[in-house]
Every structure is written in C-alpha cells, then in structure tokens.
C-alpha cells in the first residue's frame, strides 16, 4: 500500500511577533503544519498495522527539503518534493495543481492524506481540489480511518454527528487533530531522516506552469487592533469590583 | 452586483447566506437545495428564488457528488458567484466546487463588503494571528461563510419554488452509519457570560467549580481545545478559538489559558476580558482587561463563595 501525505511547510506560528500590527516573519524558522503531522501519524500507524510505504509529499520554496526532514524522521520512508522559489506562498489552487501532477508521477497511490487545514492559511481547501483534480472520491475531517483492501472505513466528523463512510480507494482524505497524538521523532531517528531517499522536483519537471497574477488577491493582513486595559488586581474582591464597575456583573 | 447563489446542507445557515447576499447588494439571490424539502420550504418563505434538486442518487455523504450536482445548477442558473456555509460540509465542498468551476476560493469568511464589482472578504490568516482582507479576482468566486456572520433570513412575501434536474454519476462513498454527538446542545456563542477553562486546571475534580460560578453568573462554561479533544472533560461544542466558536460575551473569565492565537481569536471580540493564571506573564494576559496572577482553583472557590 503506497500511502502519500501532504505536508506544507509554514513559519512557526508561535514565533511569529508583531510590530505596528504587522506580522514580522524574518528570521522565523520553518516547520511543518501541525495538522499534517497527524496525517502523517495515521499514515505511519496504517503502515505500521498492514504494511506498505509512506511518501512524504511537499510543494515549497527551496528550504523544503531541510524541512521535509521532519516527516522523514516522525516515519515517512521517503520524500517527494517540488521545490521552486515560485511557490513560496503560492495560492491554493496554484498548489493543489502542482500536487495532483506530483501525485501522477508517483506510482500506485491507494491513500493521499492531507491535514484538514494548513496551519497558516487554513482554508481546508487544497485537499479537496487535488481529489477533483485527481477524479478521486474524497472524506474530510476523518478521526478514523480503517483500510480494508480495496476501500476503506473512514469516520467523519462533524459539528453534531459523526458519519462512517466506505470509500473506494484510491481516495484523498482530509484529518482533524484529534485522530492521533503526532510522536515525537527520537534522535536517531532524527539522525537517519537525512540518509532516507528524497526525490526533488521543480515546475519545469512537471509541466506545470503558474499563471500571472492570483486569483485571490490580499488586500491588508493586520493583527486586529486589541486595546485592553490590563489592569493588574490582587484579590478576588478587587476583581469583583472591577467587574461590576464594568457593569458586567451584578454584586 | 451579479447574481448570487447560495447553498448550504442546513436549512438556518442557507437562511443566514440568503441575508449575506442581500447585504452585500446581490442583483438576484438563487438558493440551491439538495434534496431537502423543508430547506426549500423555509427558503421560499423567506422570500427566496429556489432551485429545489431532487435526486437519490445524489448522497450528501459524496462531496464529489454534492460539488458535481451545485456545478451543474451554476451552469443552468449562469450564476458567477457562489456562497456557501464554511461549516465542516461546506468547506469541505467549498473547494472540490471551486475546481470543478475554476473559481477563486475563500472559506471560513468572517466578514463581506462589496466594493464595486469586487466582494472584499475578511478571514483569519496565520492561526488567527491576524486578520486578512481578501477579493477573489477570478469572475467565478466561491466564498464560504462562518456560521452565524449573518442574521437568518426572517420569514416574509413569498418566493418561488422551481425544480431543478441534475445528473448524478455512480458513488465511490457509501454512508455506513450516522452517529449522532453525545447530547451537549449548549450554545456558548449566545452566552453574555463565558467561564473558560483550559489547561492550568489540573484536575477534572474541579470542574464542578467552574460550573457552579457559570451558573452564579448565569453564563456558560467554555474551554480551550485541548480541554475538550485531548482531556475531555468537556464536550466539543465549548470550545472557544480558531477550530472551535467565535464568542462576544460581555465577560469573558479566563482560568488558566496561556493565550495562543489559535484560542484569542475566538474570544477577542469579547467586551471584556479577565484573565486569572499563575504565570503573570501568559501571553493571554496582554490581551485582557484585568489580571490576577493567582492558583485558578483557589480564585473559583473565593469567587463562589463571595457571589
Ligand atoms: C490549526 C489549529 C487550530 C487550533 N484551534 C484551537 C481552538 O479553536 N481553540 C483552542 O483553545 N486551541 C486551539 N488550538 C490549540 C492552541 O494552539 C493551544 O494549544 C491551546 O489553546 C492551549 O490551551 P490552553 O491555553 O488551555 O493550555 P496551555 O497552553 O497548556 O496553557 C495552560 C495555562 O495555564 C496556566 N496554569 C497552570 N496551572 C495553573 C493554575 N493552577 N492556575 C492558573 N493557571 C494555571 C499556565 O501558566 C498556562 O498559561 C489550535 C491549534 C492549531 C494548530
Ligand atoms: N504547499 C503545500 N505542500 C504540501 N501540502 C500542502 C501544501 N499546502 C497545503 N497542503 C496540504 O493541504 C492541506 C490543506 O491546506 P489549506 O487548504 O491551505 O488549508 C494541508 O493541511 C496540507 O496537508
């Protein structure tokens, strides 16, 4: 079973200040999307269960394949990337092009895994147009997934049911964070991830060729403007009374 | 503007759209339903042009079916610009649509405004750390919006009722089973008052506590994510942030939350904020209105005993 996991690499929100209401994004360094990490951690656990091969798939500027060695150390056996400085924050559509052609060149997928949202844009829309483009059936949000040959059980999770569903592989399907726990890669798996195979792509490779000017374009990205009074109370007292000076609370 | 039109698999967020299209001066609003009756229903009263699809064949399951059967229903309406909901199934179709249409997507929109031809679209961008104002400058648009943007479109004159015929190819997805969510119905998103719980509580023997200044207050308990999807203490349905609900309480009490994006972002609209953890400096305490710096249990049961 040949299993590809879609990985993006994003800044490290954490790290990310703000000045002047401006994210400052220089010098923060690069990690992959946490929810793709539990991706990645179903395909891993699947592999582990039934066997079979798990390519970590990523589309990024050239700090890609540093990156991707993340996935290679928390148990993808091998890496597909493109790697082209075009695609540094390139729209989702532009990307979800450029992984469907990098899937068709990868034999014999029976499972495409995506997180359910990248962990910058969020948007949850990649995974689906790639299933479109691929002419795949698709199941996001799964918090289960149980393959059993040519198809597989996957529960989807929604606001106020949940839904099993078989689906007819191969499939692309999309996981919350709450299907697994990522582990965390110990150092020698850390030391090995560089030796584990890496194929390393750019557009030109793959035919495929971006369009001039976005089809989503970005106005302003600023932090919402907080002015709160933080005001420092000692006791619960001195915060009840402040709270019903506020009119929030009736004492 | 052009024409709009707007789907969702829940009839009370199509209504919500029904209104997102007339705010932002759509020239006609078009609403697609699939096999649903009563959504058709309500729409119409609600004065709505309905395009009722009305096809087994068609599983609400199948996303690939569902986006096949609203791109055919764009093509027969010759309709550009499309609205959904950005819940879970609309977002999930959000895209898959987008594709097969060639349009610009955006989802989980928190605010619209038209500026001529042009929809500028605000979402969270970077985890919620900041806000972004985008337009979609392909002709075809597909734009999801987060529940509860919009009021419902109340009920009024009449609209129309017209069927729509749309073809459905053999399914890949087989719905096996619906399990419906524990019976938690709580709607902390209309609570005036939010006691918000994360992870600085140590046991869950002290819930009780929270629970019971919720209820001195007359509010709701919330939580943070991982309160509820890695200790499940609480259901779901409480979680305040990012992948959870966007609240505007009047009071927001916080017990111990670091305050990382992904969670302000669902209570910064709150007027206000206090926020009690041991650590004076939790980021979480830059974003509130007071601060104690105190054992978040101790502060419940003093809080219990004073009110
Ligand atoms: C894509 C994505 C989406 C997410 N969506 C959400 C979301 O919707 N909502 C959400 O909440 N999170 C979300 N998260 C997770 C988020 O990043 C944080 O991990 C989470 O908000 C942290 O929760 P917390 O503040 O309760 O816990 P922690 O970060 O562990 O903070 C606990 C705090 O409690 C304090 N404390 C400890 N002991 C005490 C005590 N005795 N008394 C008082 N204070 C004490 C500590 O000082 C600390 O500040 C998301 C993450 C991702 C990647
Ligand atoms: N550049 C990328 N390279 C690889 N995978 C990506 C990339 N961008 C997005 N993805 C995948 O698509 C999912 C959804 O992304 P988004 O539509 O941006 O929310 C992510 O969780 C990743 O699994």
């Given at each position: 079973m040949n299993i590809v996991v879609a990985l993006k690499q994003v800044p490290d929100l954490q790290q990310i200040r703000l000045r002047n209401r401006q994210p400052v994004l220089d010098d923060v360094p690069l990690t992959l999307g946490n929810i793709d990490k539990n991706a990645l951690e179903a395909a891993v656990a699947l592999k582990e269960a039934q066997g079979g091969n798990v390519i970590a798939l990523s589309a990024g500027d050239?700090?890609?394949?540093?990156?991707?060695?993340?996935?290679?150390?928390?148990?993808?056996?091998?890496?597909?990337?493109?790697?082209?400085?075009?695609?540094?924050?390139?729209?989702?559509?532009?990307?979800?092009?450029?992984?469907?052609?990098?899937?068709?060149?990868?034999?014999?997928?029976?499972?495409?895994?995506?997180?359910?949202?990248?962990?910058?844009?969020?948007?949850?829309?990649?995974?689906?147009?790639?299933?479109?483009?691929?002419?795949?059936?698709?199941?996001?949000?799964?918090?289960?997934?149980?393959?059993?040959?040519?198809?597989?059980?996957?529960?989807?999770?929604?606001?106020?049911?949940?839904?099993?569903?078989?689906?007819?592989?191969?499939?692309?399907?999309?996981?919350?964070?709450?299907?697994?726990?990522?582990?965390?890669?110990?150092?020698?798996?850390?030391?090995?991830?560089?030796?584990?195979?890496?194929?390393?792509?750019?557009?030109?490779?793959?035919?495929?060729?971006?369009?001039?000017?976005?089809?989503?374009?970005?106005?302003?990205?600023?932090?919402?403007?907080?002015?709160?009074?933080k005001v420092v109370v000692k006791t619960v007292d001195e915060l009840l009374q402040a709270l019903a000076a506020e009119g929030v609370i009736r004492r | 503007m052009a024409t709009v039109l707007i789907y969702s698999d829940k009839a009370s967020m199509a209504l919500e759209l029904l209104t997102a299209a007339r705010e932002v001066g759509a020239a006609a609003v078009k609403a697609v339903t699939i096999n649903d009756n009563a959504a058709a229903q309500d729409l119409v009263g609600a004065g709505a042009e309905v395009f009722a699809i009305d096809n087994d064949a068609i599983n609400l399951a199948d996303t690939a079916a569902v986006a096949s059967a609203l791109a055919q229903a764009i093509e027969q309406l010759g309709t550009d610009v499309v609205f959904l909901s950005s819940n879970r199934r609309g977002k999930e179709v959000a895209g898959r649509l987008a594709q097969i249409i060639q349009a610009g997507c955006l989802t989980d929109v928190t605010a619209l405004q038209s500026n001529g031809d042009q929809i500028e679209c605000q979402r969270n961008a970077l985890g919620g750390a900041t806000v972004a104002t985008q337009t979609i400058t392909e002709a075809k648009k597909v734009i999801a919006i987060r529940p509860r943007t919009f009021e419902a479109a109340a009920a009024g004159s009449a609209g129309s009722l017209n069927d729509l015929s749309v073809e459905a190819k053999p399914s890949a997805v087989k719905l096996v089973e619906v399990r419906s969510k524990a019976g938690d119905s709580v709607d902390i998103e209309a609570a005036e008052i939010l006691v918000v719980v994360g992870q600085g509580m140590e046991s869950q023997d002290d819930l009780p506590l929270a629970q019971e200044l919720a209820k001195k207050l007359g509010g709701e308990v919330a939580c943070s994510k991982p309160v509820a999807t890695d200790k499940k203490w609480l259901s779901e349905e409480r979680i305040v942030g990012l992948s959870g609900k966007k609240c505007k309480p009047q009071l927001a009490l916080l017990f111990g939350i670091s305050g990382q994006v992904q969670f302000t972002v669902g209570i910064r609209d709150a007027r206000v904020i206090a926020s009690i953890n041991t650590d004076e400096n939790a980021s979480m305490n830059q974003m509130s209105d007071y601060i104690m710096t105190a054992d978040l249990k101790q502060v419940l049961a003093d809080l219990n005993k004073a009110l």
């Amino acid at each position: 079973m040949n299993i590809v996991v879609a990985l993006k690499q994003v800044p490290d929100l954490q790290q990310i200040r703000l000045r002047n209401r401006q994210p400052v994004l220089d010098d923060v360094p690069l990690t992959l999307g946490n929810i793709d990490k539990n991706a990645l951690e179903a395909a891993v656990a699947l592999k582990e269960a039934q066997g079979g091969n798990v390519i970590a798939l990523s589309a990024g500027d050239e700090n890609i394949e540093d990156t991707i060695k993340e996935a290679l150390a928390a148990g993808a056996d091998e890496a597909f990337l493109v790697a082209d400085d075009q695609l540094q924050g390139a729209e989702s559509s532009w990307i979800a092009t450029v992984l469907a052609e990098a899937v068709k060149k990868i034999d014999q997928v029976d499972l495409l895994l995506f997180g359910e949202g990248s962990a910058d844009n969020y948007s949850g829309q990649v995974g689906s147009r790639v299933a479109e483009i691929l002419g795949w059936p698709q199941v996001a949000y799964a918090i289960n997934i149980e393959v059993n040959g040519s198809t597989a059980a996957v529960t989807r999770s929604l606001e106020d049911c949940d839904e099993i569903v078989e689906v007819s592989l191969p499939a692309v399907i999309t996981v919350l964070s709450d299907i697994n726990e990522a582990r965390i890669p110990s150092v020698t798996q850390i030391l090995k991830a560089g030796k584990k195979p890496k194929e390393v792509l750019e557009l030109d490779d793959l035919d495929v060729e971006l369009p001039d000017g976005s089809p989503v374009e970005t106005i302003s990205n600023l932090a919402p403007d907080s002015q709160r009074k933080k005001v420092v109370v000692k006791t619960v007292d001195e915060l009840l009374q402040a709270l019903a000076a506020e009119g929030v609370i009736r004492r | 503007m052009a024409t709009v039109l707007i789907y969702s698999d829940k009839a009370s967020m199509a209504l919500e759209l029904l209104t997102a299209a007339r705010e932002v001066g759509a020239a006609a609003v078009k609403a697609v339903t699939i096999n649903d009756n009563a959504a058709a229903q309500d729409l119409v009263g609600a004065g709505a042009e309905v395009f009722a699809i009305d096809n087994d064949a068609i599983n609400l399951a199948d996303t690939a079916a569902v986006a096949s059967a609203l791109a055919q229903a764009i093509e027969q309406l010759g309709t550009d610009v499309v609205f959904l909901s950005s819940n879970r199934r609309g977002k999930e179709v959000a895209g898959r649509l987008a594709q097969i249409i060639q349009a610009g997507c955006l989802t989980d929109v928190t605010a619209l405004q038209s500026n001529g031809d042009q929809i500028e679209c605000q979402r969270n961008a970077l985890g919620g750390a900041t806000v972004a104002t985008q337009t979609i400058t392909e002709a075809k648009k597909v734009i999801a919006i987060r529940p509860r943007t919009f009021e419902a479109a109340a009920a009024g004159s009449a609209g129309s009722l017209n069927d729509l015929s749309v073809e459905a190819k053999p399914s890949a997805v087989k719905l096996v089973e619906v399990r419906s969510k524990a019976g938690d119905s709580v709607d902390i998103e209309a609570a005036e008052i939010l006691v918000v719980v994360g992870q600085g509580m140590e046991s869950q023997d002290d819930l009780p506590l929270a629970q019971e200044l919720a209820k001195k207050l007359g509010g709701e308990v919330a939580c943070s994510k991982p309160v509820a999807t890695d200790k499940k203490w609480l259901s779901e349905e409480r979680i305040v942030g990012l992948s959870g609900k966007k609240c505007k309480p009047q009071l927001a009490l916080l017990f111990g939350i670091s305050g990382q994006v992904q969670f302000t972002v669902g209570i910064r609209d709150a007027r206000v904020i206090a926020s009690i953890n041991t650590d004076e400096n939790a980021s979480m305490n830059q974003m509130s209105d007071y601060i104690m710096t105190a054992d978040l249990k101790q502060v419940l049961a003093d809080l219990n005993k004073a009110l």
